[in-house]
């Protein structure tokens, strides 16, 4: 009898000390779960003014790195194009930017191509008007057709649009015959713009235009 | 006359009492402008050294509830942070580096090799026949061979080097169930709490971040922006 009172009380302990840790540690992770830690101790007080003097020379450098005039940022998630001037956007264009695609080649040199359209900055290297597009190896090996070895034979009309702007390793800003597939990931990397975004883009920047793609 | 002074007397303590008061919270306002400035200096400095070239970084802006991708002090992209979990106390001095992106189902590349039996996909960019006009179409029509924002996972985490875990995800996307809430629950305010005492040590007690968006293309736009070694600051 008492033996077994005994082990009801040990039992009853062990609950007992099982809900206080249990509830103790719910306490404290609720708390630390929800409080963002305040790490960065503050400055003294004699050290205010020249602490406020430096904050706001960073803030005038950081000023001095943003874009000067126009300037291109493309979306490659979103398949979007805005035509920027300081924080006000003068154009918005629905576009299609790489579609992410592998092509290898089959045979001898496997050789391989990501169509990924490049992130990071790049600058209007030319425009061309009425672009005729040099298809490279990768355009014929992606139709299964035997590549030409004269130049002749890569030039094709049309295709680009009515104008180019060149940012670089071939890949260009162009204009498209499949405007049903603005909006998607389907080109090879360029970035493809519809006719009267293009026409308006094409106008206002010039050579030089920063261009930022993410 | 003694009613008076008495009144006098409760008076002029209710008056101190105000007055103290107002200092005092003269002082803790001063107290928190000093903080703010302190996090403002070290949270500019930190951006300038990553503004100065030309690669994009993201800002973890925890307290002001946005992440941003940037470059040179310009912002990008800014997602809206709906709820938040964090548990830890990470070292966030200066920048920290994406070191992996880790998710269940990972978005994989579709490969074509032409003239085999496995590479016949449909190749979006197929031109239409000479003369043939081009009928402006939703883009739900097509189902496009091609890596989209829309193949990117809507839940996955981000281990930095300073030793942060992320979870990343859409409150659409959450699992109701009444298990599924329990094991959270248990994950977030048992096990990780008692961790440091009965877990296996200081492995466990990684500091973890755990952010919430409201919509699932949020996650998935992060996912696709956030590449490895992407560099930025947490706030």
């Given at each position: ?19 206080a ?61 805005y ?39 790049f ?41 180019a ?29 519809g ?20 | ?32 402008d ?51 979990r ?16 880790t ?17 016949l ?39 930095f ?10 409150r ?29 040590g ?7 971040l ?26």
């Amino acid at each position: 009898m008492v033996i077994k009172r005994l082990l009801l009380a040990a039992a009853a302990l062990a609950a007992l000390g099982f809900l206080a840790v249990f509830g103790a540690s719910y306490f404290i992770g609720l708390k630390a779960a929800s409080a963002w830690p305040v790490r960065i101790p503050p400055i003294a007080e004699k050290d205010v003014a020249k602490v406020e003097k430096n904050v706001q020379q960073i803030e005038k450098r950081l000023a001095g790195m943003l874009p000067k005039g126009l300037y291109i940022v493309i979306d490659t998630a979103a398949n979007r194009l805005y035509l920027k001037n300081g924080e006000q956007v003068l154009r918005e264009a629905v576009v299609s930017c790489g579609s992410g695609v592998v092509l290898e080649e089959p045979g001898g040199k496997k050789r391989s191509w990501v169509f990924d359209t490049p992130r990071g900055e790049f600058s209007v290297k030319n425009k061309i008007t009425n672009p005729y597009w040099v298809k490279p190896d990768w355009a014929f090996i992606e139709e299964g057709e035997k590549i030409p070895r004269g130049m002749e034979d890569r030039i094709e009309a049309g295709t680009l649009g009515d104008y180019a702007l060149g940012f670089g390793q071939g890949f260009f800003i162009h204009g498209t015959l499949y405007t049903r597939l603005l909006g998607r990931n389907v080109t090879h990397g360029c970035v493809r713009v519809g006719d009267e975004d293009l026409k308006f883009v094409f106008k206002s920047v010039s050579v030089g235009t920063k261009i930022y793609i993410y | 006359m003694s009613r008076k002074k008495a009144a006098g007397a409760v008076l002029a303590a209710v008056v101190a009492g105000f007055g103290l008061s107002s200092l005092a919270a003269a002082g803790r306002v001063a107290e928190v402008d000093r903080s703010a400035l302190a996090r403002k200096q070290e949270a500019l400095t930190a951006e300038y050294g990553l503004a100065k070239d030309a690669n994009f970084y993201f800002v973890f802006d925890v307290e002001g509830r946005k992440i941003e991708l940037r470059v040179k002090g310009m912002v990008l992209r800014s997602w809206h942070i709906a709820g938040m979990r964090f548990w830890g106390r990470p070292d966030f001095a200066g920048t920290v580096a994406l070191a992996r992106k880790t998710t269940l189902k990972a978005p994989e590349r579709i490969i074509i090799k032409p003239g085999q039996e496995e590479s016949l996909v449909k190749v979006p960019a197929a031109k239409p026949a000479a003369g043939q006009a081009v009928t402006p179409a939703t883009s739900a029509d097509y189902d496009l061979e091609a890596l989209e924002l829309r193949d990117m996972p809507g839940k996955f985490s981000l281990d930095f080097d300073n030793g942060l875990h992320v979870t990343i995800r859409a409150r659409s996307g959450e699992a109701p169930g009444l298990a599924a809430r329990l094991k959270d629950a248990w994950r977030w305010y048992v096990a990780m709490p008692l961790s440091p005492v009965v877990g296996k040590g200081r492995a466990k007690t990684r500091p973890e971040l755990e952010l919430v968006f409201e919509d699932e293309k949020d996650p998935q736009a992060i996912y696709w922006h956030f590449f490895d070694g992407i560099k930025g600051i947490i706030l």
